[in-house]
C-alpha cells in the first residue's frame, strides 16, 4: 500500500455501492468535484485505509464512485468554527463600515456544519420572515495540529488544508445585534467543500456549508494567490482575487487567533468574504428557496454547491 503522504486531495463522502462512509483521493487530479457531481458525472476515488481526513491512513488497492459528498469533517470532528468579519477591504466599503484594525472573530457552533449538495441547505423560517438569507464566498482553513501562541512565522505549519466555505447569513437578526454568532449560527448554515491537503510529503446568519475536496501545498504553496468566485442561479456575483483585497493574510489570522487560546485539530477558520454580497446591492440579493448558490476558489480548490430549500 502507499503512504498517504503521498496524497494531492481528499475526499470525504458516502460509496455508490458499499453506502459506507469513506476517506479517498479522486483519481483525476484536475476534476472539479462539485461541478462533475452537480451535472450527474460518475467520480471515482481511490479509498483510503482511515475514517477521517485527520487521520486518512494510507491509500489501499481499492476504489469506488462517490455516491453522495460529504463534508470533509464531520461536525463531531469541528469543535468551533472561527469566523472573521470583514476580511475584504471592499465589502467593508460595500457594507458601509471602516476596516478593522485587527480581526473581527465571531463565532459558530458545529452545528452550523453543513453539506454540499445533494444534501439540501436550509433556509430557517426566522430568515423566511422578511427575505434577508444571505450568502458570503470564503475560503476556509482546517487547523491539522494543536496550535497555541504560534508566530505568523510558523502559523502556516499548523494548517492542515483549506477549503471553500458559504457564510450563510440572516441579515436582519445580524444587524439587530452587536454579536453576529446568533444570525449565523443556524443549523446547517456553514456549507464547507472542497478540502485543501497542507500536510504532504513537505510536512509528513444561517449555516455554514463547507466542501467538497483536498490539495497539497505543494500544489498550493501560496493561498494568496487564490481567486473566488460567487455565483448565484449562474450568475456571478462575487469575483475577488485574495491577495488584491484581503486584509489580514492566512498565517495573520491563524497566529492572531492561536494568541492565549489552543486551536485543536479540525479547527475551521472561515476567513471573510470578498465583495458582491446581497445586502450590499441595489436592489438586494437574497437567497430563497430554490435558489442555487456555488463558490468556487481556483485553481485547484473548484466549486461547493449549494441548493437551498425553506425550514
Known amino acids: 500500500m502507499e503512504l498517504a503522504a503521498g496524497f494531492k486531495r481528499l475526499v470525504r463522502f458516502v460509496g455508490k455501492d458499499s453506502a459506507q462512509i469513506l476517506i479517498g483521493q479522486p483519481v483525476k487530479d484536475d476534476l472539479d468535484i462539485g461541478i462533475a457531481l452537480r451535472q450527474g458525472q460518475d467520480v471515482v476515488v481511490d479509498v483510503f485505509s482511515g475514517l477521517s481526513v485527520l487521520n486518512p491512513g494510507v491509500k489501499t488497492r481499492r476504489t469506488e464512485y462517490i455516491g453522495r459528498i460529504l463534508s470533509p469533517l464531520a461536525q463531531h470532528e469541528v469543535g468551533t468554527i472561527r469566523c472573521i468579519g470583514l476580511n475584504y477591504n471592499q465589502h467593508a466599503k460595500e457594507v458601509g463600515m471602516e476596516p478593522p484594525s485587527i480581526p473581527t472573530l465571531f463565532m459558530k457552533p458545529s452545528t452550523a456544519i453543513g453539506d454540499p449538495w445533494p444534501a439540501q441547505s436550509i433556509l430557517p423560517r426566522l430568515t423566511q420572515v422578511d427575505d434577508c438569507g444571505d450568502f458570503e464566498s470564503e475560503l476556509a482553513v482546517v487547523i491539522g495540529k494543536m496550535a497555541k501562541n504560534v508566530s505568523e512565522a510558523e502559523a502556516m505549519d ?7 466555505a458559504n457564510d450563510i447569513s440572516s441579515r ?11 444570525s449565523k449560527g443556524f443549523d446547517g448554515s456553514c456549507p464547507i467543500g472542497k478540502y485543501i491537503q497542507h500536510f504532504g510529503h513537505e510536512h509528513s446568519s444561517l449555516t455554514t456549508r ?42 495573520k489570522l491563524v497566529s492572531f487567533l492561536s494568541q492565549s487560546t489552543t486551536l485543536l485539530p479540525g479547527t475551521i477558520i472561515i476567513t471573510g468574504t470578498p465583495a458582491g454580497v446581497g445586502m450590499g446591492r441595489k436592489p438586494k440579493e437574497t437567497l430563497r428557496d430554490g435558489d442555487e448558490f456555488a463558490v468556487e476558489i481556483l485553481p485547484h480548490v473548484g466549486t461547493l454547491v449549494n441548493v437551498f430549500v425553506n425550514e
Open 158 to 164: 499548523y494548517v492542515l488544508g483549506y477549503t471553500a
Open 172 to 182: 436582519t437578526s445580524q444587524l439587530n445585534q452587536s454579536q453576529w454568532s446568533f
Open 210 to 251: 463547507v466542501g467538497p475536496t483536498l490539495v497539497s501545498t505543494s500544489i498550493i504553496p501560496d493561498p494568496a494567490k487564490l481567486w473566488i468566485r460567487g455565483l448565484k442561479n449562474n450568475t456571478v456575483l462575487q469575483d475577488c482575487g485574495i491577495r488584491s483585497d484581503m486584509i489580514f493574510s492566512i498565517p
